[in-house]
């Protein structure tokens, strides 16, 4: 064995286990980044997009209870649709005068003991109730992806 490479054994930290929780529609629904830092769901409804489809829209929360700035660049959050899973595509609820989709991301990090939330909409399909809302944090050590499902409004 080369000995330039004999004391460089890289190690990854343990992945946490997913957490599953029921998704309330006429409530509060939290996910959790990290101790200190957590998504709420809340609002969901059916509305008509940019575009003139029927979505599926919800508000999203971040509340950061760290003393730290959070970068919410550190996630995604995706939703799926039926039996089978089928991923639903973020779509936009306004446009600019320009004709531009109005941006629903959290946008900057977001400081210590602040929240923000940003309204964010879904193509589900009018006759699909069960979804699932995901979690997936990439770049946020030790927090696990958390999955919320149920039944929203048709």
């Keep these: 064995m080369d ?11 343990e992945e946490p286990e997913p957490v599953y929780g029921e998704l309330v529609v006429d409530g509060e629904n939290s996910a959790p980044l990290t101790e200190d830092v957590h998504l709420a769901f809340e609002e969901f409804e059916r509305v008509e997009d940019a575009n003139g489809e029927e979505a599926l829209a919800f508000d999203v929360t971040l509340v950061n209870g760290s003393g730290e700035v959070f970068d919410p660049a550190t996630f995604n959050v995706w939703v799926s649709y039926g039996s089978a899973g089928a991923e639903a595509t973020d779509v936009p609820l306004e446009r600019d005068e320009h004709g531009v989709s109005v941006a629903t991301d959290f946008g900057a990090p977001i400081p210590g003991g602040e929240s923000v939330t940003v309204r964010q909409a879904y193509a589900v399909p009018a006759q699909e109730e069960r979804v699932t809302v995901r979690v997936q944090p990439w770049d946020v050590p030790g927090a696990a992806e958390v999955y919320l499902q149920g039944d929203v409004p048709v």
């Design 3 to 13: 000995e330039a490479f004999e004391d460089e054994i890289v190690t990854y930290p």
